[in-house]
Structure formats: C-alpha cells, structure tokens
C-alpha cells in the first residue's frame, strides 16, 4: 500500500513537472525579395533572412524592428 501510494505521488510530480513549458522567442526577419521585415516565432521560409533574434515577446520584437531595422542589401550588378 505504501509502495503503490509513493509511486503515485511520483506520477502527479513527474506529470505536473512536463505540463510546463515556455513559449517560443520571437525573431526579425527580412524578405530576400523585396526587403519586408516581420518578426515571426518561426522562419516563413526559403526567402528570408534572421535580422534580430530571441525576444521573449512579440511586442518587444516589433519594437526591436522600429528602432533598428537595416535595409537590405542588393547587390549592384558589376
């Protein structure tokens, strides 16, 4: 009985402890095409580049892409 009450226990903490989890980080990223910045928790694909990374917040991130967002480069054909 104490053996079955203990390994109980051990089950409520084991699944209490993996319910917690954290939310995924924002990051800048910018359109390789037409040089559109966005934040996003996840890349939108082939056609973009990282800026900024891991703000905990979207707010934070589009914060981040108003005070310094650079222009992409383009590169002039020789």
Request: aromatic fraction near 10%; proline fraction near 8%.
């Amino acid at each position: 009985m104490k053996i079955r009450f203990k390994l109980l226990i051990l089950l409520v903490f084991y699944c209490s402890s993996q319910s917690v989890a954290a939310p995924a980080p924002w990051y800048l990223w910018q359109s390789k095409i037409t040089g559109g910045v966005i934040c996003a928790q996840h890349s939108p694909g082939e056609g973009w580049l990282q800026l900024a990374g891991r703000f905990p917040s979207a707010g934070q991130c589009k914060q981040a892409n108003r005070q310094s967002a650079k222009p992409l480069e383009q590169k002039r054909p020789a």
